[in-house]
């Protein structure tokens, strides 16, 4: 587990607020995860794995389910997170994780990895990456937990079922390759985890020029924009009616992104 | 004249597709991102209203993003420097989107949908709103009020529509805002950022306006009609601000934070009603068009409706961010195309629940028939139908449905099947031409209460028969269900009303809390398999629990 996965599990219980934000990502995360199922489920032809695609789905919105009781239960007791910074996010959603962003699910997988388009092996090899990695990342969060036993709980039942999840994918990959469809798997499970990696890698490139462009900006901040401060500094905003603005053609006034 | 309408970057981002005046399809993001309240830009949602209505983005004539992006960084930009050098841990933070990606909307706009940048135009955030609540109304001519936190400078904007026209009269910049006003309140209780507003309403009416004083001595109304608001005068009058992983006080002895609420509340609609005269002054209308997030209170509608200067009230099914991106489309619709009249008759412009499947008469009768008989056994349903709808109500087509009749209904739905708060409140479906068995709907509201967006009293008597549904003192959220535009669900209420003898179901969103309102068939399924609910039909096929 890379140290940075660390200090993240850790900070994400560090405080009640982001405690409550970490239950409800992943009350989504699960949720999404579910409803994807859910769809593979209905298209795939082998019985067995559709078998298992039904309990796994049923798992995954469980486990939403389970995060969004205790989040609940937190807002219940009255911790709540401040107001949300909007002007941030859509940018993060938008630009930082490129347009991968419409296309990946929680486990950040490109989300053409629907069993309809990578074809059962491919959906299986993916679940079973994305699996392996959940439950690495689970065991981890676990272990932050030790004052929250209620918390700690949904997690062990989670892990439980998490073990099945991979256990099943990798029976049925074995499965597969024993039919002699060997290097169909190999070369699915290689695609599911360059696709991860490959989503890691512009999330990390992004978030290190968002840093950088952040503090360029504090920079100009105390320099370039000091006069104008103290200029606007305290300043009284104007109360009272304004008179809408006007001027140019109905066109011209359209076209334009200011007046 | 086919026109995509773009709404993005605050709340609720969403598209809508205009054709020749006339909205065609509109839907918010979240319903297809699946997270609540997505901000970023639609292009789900935009993809969606352009395969609606058979067009593709090359033959688009216009695309219209409803906010004027310069003017809005100027504002930000602005409320930085007002507060130099506090401000510098916030400014990297505002600033980082804008220079990024927001200033550069139209190359966005151009990159997502192909289309040439001289089609891309801007129509302000506020106008935007305006043109929503007119264009969407039944009226020919009217009064436009909106009032809403501030995204480019205006935070309330007085306006007249007449045809295809539509004038604005004068505004009130920032931070002069109701919506700053409303956010503060809400945020000094800790009821989330978002959907701070819903549950600011919802809370204050198990509260009484106690710092009603206080609250009113932070806003300063000027005889020229228009207001100033002190923030930081507004906080102290609050109270103290609701400390984190404390308990919100709302019931019991000890109502503090409800009353807090009660006494903003108080103020916002004071101001509105101030605000609502000067628009009388100037526009001398007897009807009004009213936008903005305050917009979606149905306890300030009902205020407006009662003690405001008009006789009639319309606010459209979608009134704030979502609502813009419409509003944008129809603005440059009339602006530029002068196409009749069109008014919003209903608000299912979302995406079917299983496209290209028609359900037979017979399957839909049985389904009214198997529903009706479930609800009347005390079961609660989920029926996911036709297309969602535009707004954030829930109207019938995508919907968890029970019956109000005797007490624990709420705490029911509130504990197993939505999972949230007691205080918020139960909305209830009835048929039109019965309403007033059970209700006292505002006069002049009558275009509202379709969309949910009307608070109601309880008449005598009916108190007793639905107490589920009734929040506060007595007052109810009803839908107003008209056979010709919602056959089904009239149908429905009429047949549980013939089992029951009172024709009010409790109708609330198919959703569990922080979650969008259900979009397709796999949404629905997943909200019955997570909550209580004992029945899910979707269009003609029922499922039961454990069947």
């Given at each position: 587990m890379p140290l940075l996965e660390f200090s993240r599990a850790r900070a994400a219980w560090s405080d009640p607020e982001r405690k409550l934000k970490t239950l409800e990502s992943f009350a989504r995360t699960e949720a999404d995860g579910g409803r994807d199922i859910v769809l593979a489920q209905r298209i795939v032809v082998d019985p067995e794995l559709r078998g298992h695609l039904e309990r796994h789905a049923a798992d995954e919105l469980r486990h939403a389910d389970l995060f969004h009781r205790r989040a609940a239960e937190l807002r219940a007791q009255g911790v709540a997170s401040t107001r949300e910074e909007v002007s941030d996010k859509p940018y993060d959603l938008a630009l930082s994780r490129g347009k991968l962003a419409a296309s990946t699910d929680g486990h950040g997988f490109l989300r053409l990895a629907l069993a309809d388009e990578l074809g059962e092996v491919g959906y299986v090899a993916m679940l079973h990456v994305a699996e392996k990695r959940a439950a690495k990342l689970f065991r981890e969060h676990e272990r932050y937990l030790a004052d929250d036993p209620e918390t700690r709980a949904i997690f062990v039942s989670i892990l439980k079922d998490e073990r099945y999840h991979v256990a099943y994918t990798g029976t049925l990959l074995q499965k597969w390759k024993k039919q002699g469809r060997g290097s169909e798997v190999k070369r699915a499970l290689s695609l599911a985890r360059g696709s991860r990696f490959f989503g890691a890698w512009k999330r990390l490139g992004a978030r290190s020029a968002s840093g950088l462009s952040r503090a360029i900006l504090v920079v100009m901040y105390f320099t370039v924009l000091l006069p104008f401060g103290l200029l606007a500094r305290g300043r009284k905003p104007k109360a009272g009616w304004v008179e809408p603005r006007a001027g140019g053609t109905v066109l011209e006034r359209l076209r334009s992104q200011y007046g | 004249m086919r026109i995509l309408g773009l709404g993005a970057f605050h709340r609720d981002a969403a598209a809508a597709v205009v054709v020749d005046g006339v909205a065609v399809a509109a839907a918010a993001e979240e319903r297809f991102s699946r997270e609540k309240h997505d901000a970023s830009f639609p292009r789900r949602a935009a993809r969606f209203c352009l395969g609606e209505a058979g067009v593709t983005a090359r033959e688009l004539d216009f695309v219209v993003f409803a906010e004027k992006p310069s003017r809005r960084f100027e504002r930000l930009l602005a409320d930085e420097m007002t507060s130099y050098p506090r401000s510098w841990k916030s400014f990297p933070k505002v600033l980082f989107p804008w220079l990024g990606d927001r200033l550069w909307v139209r190359g966005r706009i151009c990159d997502e949908l192909g289309v040439d940048p001289e089609k891309v135009l801007f129509v302000a955030s506020q106008r935007a709103r305006a043109a929503n609540a007119f264009f969407g109304s039944p009226f020919e001519e009217a009064a436009v009020l909106v009032a809403d936190e501030a995204l480019e400078w205006a935070a309330t904007t007085l306006a007249r529509g007449r045809g295809s026209e539509l004038e604005v009269l004068g505004e009130i910049h920032h931070p002069h805002s109701l919506g700053l006003l409303a956010a503060t309140a809400s945020e000094r209780l800790g009821l989330g950022g978002a959907e701070g507003f819903g549950r600011l309403y919802a809370l204050a009416s198990s509260?009484?306006?106690?710092?009603a004083a206080e609250v009113a001595a932070a806003v300063r109304f000027a005889e020229d009609g228009s207001y100033e608001l002190d923030v930081e005068r507004l906080g102290e009058a609050l109270g103290p601000a609701r400390e984190a992983g404390g308990p919100l006080l709302w019931s019991g002895g000890d109502r503090t934070h409800a009353d807090a609420a009660a006494s903003a509340v108080r103020a916002i609609g004071d101001v509105l009603l101030h605000l609502a005269r000067e628009l009388h002054r100037r526009a001398a209308s007897e009807n009004l068009c009213f936008g903005g997030a305050l917009a979606s209170s149905a306890e300030l509608n009902a205020r407006l409706a009662a003690?405001?200067?008009?006789r009639r009230l319309f606010v459209p099914p979608a009134p704030s961010d979502a609502g813009a991106a419409l509003g944008a489309a129809l603005d440059v619709a009339h602006t530029l195309g002068k196409p009749r009249r069109a008014p919003?008759?209903?608000?299912?412009?979302g995406q079917s629940v299983s496209p290209g499947a028609p359900v037979s008469e017979g399957a839909a009768r049985e389904v009214v028939e198997r529903l009706a008989a479930a609800l009347a056994a005390g079961k609660t349903v989920g029926w996911a139908r036709g297309r969602f709808e535009w707004g954030?109500?829930?109207?019938?087509?995508?919907s968890i449905l029970a019956s109000p009749l005797g007490k624990g209904v709420r705490e029911r739905i509130g504990a197993t099947v939505k999972r949230r708060e007691d205080y918020l409140p139960l909305c209830c479906a009835v048929p039109a031409e019965r309403a007033a068995e059970f209700f006292d709907v505002p006069a002049g509201t009558e275009g509202l209460a379709p969309f949910l967006h009307v608070a109601a009293r309880a008449r005598n008597g009916s108190a007793e028969a639905i107490p589920s549904v009734l929040q506060g003192d007595a007052n109810a959220r009803p839908q107003l269900v008209d056979r010709g535009t919602d056959p089904a669900l009239h149908d429905l209420l009429v047949q549980f009303g013939e089992r029951?003898?009172?024709?009010?179901l409790v109708s609330t969103s198919?959703?569990?809390?922080?979650?969008?309102?259900?979009?397709g068939e796999a949404d629905a399924t997943a909200v019955f398999e997570r909550s209580g609910l004992d029945l899910l039909a979707v269009e003609g096929e029922l499922r039961e629990r454990g069947g």
């Open positions: - | 509260g009484k306006p106690t710092r003690e405001g200067p008009f919003l008759a209903h608000a299912f412009l954030a109500r829930s109207l019938g087509n995508r029951t003898g009172v024709p009010v198919l959703n569990l809390r922080g979650d969008p309102i259900a979009r």
